[in-house]
């Protein structure tokens, strides 16, 4: 296998990169994304939107709707400063030419932090922890991105990244699985008052939230081994080293624009990311809240998981071929697939939640259009981070990989602050329209996503 060697000069010391394709190399990196799921899919997905939910409603005695917007509040202003940070990190780490550091480092902040939410039932601390946990899962995962390129020789990248996300669905199959007794154990939790009781369940114990990160530390404990070759070399003094970034930052700002193509992608993405942000963060509430699929007009988490796993299978079984897909076509035509994947697994969902009370586990016409709604939504959601990793790597000038996948991140990022504000400003009606309040949420990402889509058509592969 041919051999691509990349030096890049920092303060005349030379940093060599090797790029080729190994496969042990390139599954040991693969196996961070089996692991940061785990933190995404229990954490993020499963349980601190209604953790806080019921925190605010038996705590403090607020109305549903008032805490879906209080959380929506929250997520914004976490987002815009993780925007702002982003692209700073790229260019630290271009400057630095070591990824691998940053995300072990951000990794310890992840497992501390989430272990410590459990403990408590404050509003305030609990909201703080998950802030400062979240926001280093999304710096590691900007130094994780920025890696692919090192790792992976050109025409292979299409194809890795799509392996990545896929291998990484099975960290939610994983810890889905792991749940499910825990919940059976332990008792359901309940969100929403017209179900019944508002309830702990399982949330109410701190190893809720200690069990995972022990699962996410192990799977990740590969990467350790991940090489990301370069030349020994005495490091420039830290102040040095940021002068650097900024100079280095404010260079690429100015390259970016200058790269029309790039500059348009950043641009589109923020509206295409919005969806994908919004269903990760609120796919558990969409199905045991909006949908309400389960027995007797109620639902359970139980359910909410079986949606997600089926989903996930369905990721892992189409990812992989989304990023050959783009490998073939390019990134811009794998944005097209990926929208209108979203476009078919939205309208399912707005029509459910407007023509159906519930819906009854079984041989009925909306259970099956739900399943159908969760096995479109799983490559949707995995093609639309594949399409990104693909979009970079065409656009983006190969010594300046970590700048440009911190600008897209930026983008990214943004958008992950917008759509849960948004989302959270509609669902201040649910204390007046109940259920429904989901339909037009959904509309809202929908018309959001359509924007982005449009917007990236016009994105040009620069031929340099």
């Known amino acids: 296998m041919k051999t691509i060697k990349m030096s890049l000069d920092i303060n005349n010391?030379?940093?060599?990169?090797?790029?080729?394709?190994?496969?042990?190399?390139?599954?040991?990196?693969?196996?961070?994304?089996?692991?940061?799921?785990?933190?995404?899919?229990?954490?993020?997905?499963?349980?601190?939107?209604?953790?806080?939910?019921?925190?605010?409603?038996?705590?403090?005695?607020?109305?549903?709707?008032?805490?879906?917007?209080?959380?929506?509040?929250?997520?914004?202003?976490?987002?815009?400063?993780?925007?702002?940070?982003?692209?700073?990190?790229?260019?630290?780490?271009?400057?630095?030419?070591?990824?691998?550091?940053?995300?072990?480092?951000?990794?310890?902040?992840i497992l501390l932090f989430t272990s410590l939410i459990g403990f408590y039932h404050d509003l305030t601390i609990v909201l703080?922890?998950?802030?400062?946990?979240?926001?280093?899962?999304?710096?590691?995962?900007?130094?994780?991105?920025?890696m692919l390129p090192f790792i992976a020789k050109r025409e292979d990248i299409g194809k890795v990244a799509g392996f990545g996300v896929a291998w990484g669905y099975f960290g939610t199959i994983i810890s889905l699985l792991i749940m499910l007794p825990l919940i059976r154990l332990l008792n359901d939790m309940n969100t929403d008052p017209s179900q019944g009781p508002v309830v702990y369940g399982y949330t109410g114990h701190w190893f809720t939230f200690v069990l995972p990160m022990i699962l996410f530390l192990v799977c990740a404990i590969p990467f350790l081994y991940v090489r990301e070759k370069q030349k020994?070399?005495?490091?420039?003094?830290?102040?040095?080293?940021?002068?650097?970034t900024f100079k280095q930052l404010g260079s690429t700002f100015k390259d970016i624009r200058k790269h029309k193509s790039m500059f348009i992608f950043i641009i589109g993405y923020f509206f295409?990311?919005?969806?994908?942000?919004?269903?990760?963060?609120?796919?558990?509430?969409?199905?045991?809240?909006?949908?309400?699929?389960?027995?007797?007009?109620?639902?359970?988490?139980?359910?909410?998981?079986?949606?997600?796993?089926?989903?996930?299978?369905?990721?892992?079984?189409?990812t992989y071929f989304i990023g050959k897909f783009g490998e073939k076509y390019g990134a811009k035509k794998?944005?097209?697939?990926?929208?209108?994947?979203?476009?078919?697994?939205?309208?399912?969902?707005?029509?459910?939640?407007f023509t159906t009370p519930s819906i009854e586990v079984g041989a009925n016409l909306p259970f099956v259009f739900s399943i159908i709604m969760g096995m479109v939504a799983g490559p949707a959601l995995g093609g639309t981070w594949t399409a990104q990793r693909i979009m970079v790597t065409e656009l983006a000038p190969k010594e300046k990989f970590g700048e440009f996948f911190g600008f897209s991140k930026l983008?990214?990022?943004?958008?992950?602050?917008?759509?849960?504000?948004?989302?959270?400003?509609?669902?201040?009606?649910?204390?007046?329209?109940?259920?429904?309040?989901?339909?037009w949420a959904m509309i809202s990402v929908a018309i959001i996503m359509a924007i982005?889509?449009?917007?990236?058509?016009?994105?040009?592969?620069?031929s340099s």
């Open 232 to 244: 020994k070399g005495k490091r420039p003094p830290i102040g040095k080293l940021i002068g650097n």
């Open 128 to 146: 703080l922890l998950f802030v400062i946990a979240n926001v280093a899962y999304q710096f590691s995962l900007m130094f994780y991105d920025a």
């Open 334 to 353: 794998t944005f097209y697939l990926v929208g209108a994947l979203w476009g078919v697994a939205l309208t399912i969902g707005i029509v459910l939640v």
């Open 13 to 109: 010391e030379e940093i060599e990169v090797e790029t080729t394709t190994s496969k042990r190399n390139v599954f040991f990196w693969a196996m961070y994304d089996l692991a940061n799921t785990i933190y995404s899919m229990v954490i993020v997905s499963l349980i601190i939107n209604r953790y806080v939910l019921v925190i605010g409603q038996v705590e403090y005695g607020l109305p549903y709707g008032s805490v879906s917007f209080l959380f929506g509040v929250v997520a914004l202003i976490m987002q815009i400063a993780v925007a702002i940070c982003i692209p700073i990190l790229g260019a630290l780490s271009d400057n630095v030419g070591k990824r691998k550091p940053f995300v072990i480092s951000l990794t310890g902040i």
């Open 272 to 318: 295409v990311a919005d969806v994908a942000n919004v269903i990760v963060l609120y796919m558990t509430l969409l199905v045991t809240d909006g949908l309400i699929i389960g027995t007797g007009g109620t639902s359970s988490t139980f359910y909410a998981i079986l949606f997600i796993i089926i989903s996930t299978f369905s990721a892992v079984a189409f």
């Open 452 to 462: 982005g889509i449009f917007i990236l058509s016009f994105v040009q592969k620069e």
């Open 411 to 439: 983008s990214g990022k943004l958008s992950s602050a917008i759509g849960p504000f948004v989302w959270g400003t509609v669902m201040l009606t649910y204390d007046v329209i109940g259920k429904a309040a989901y339909g």
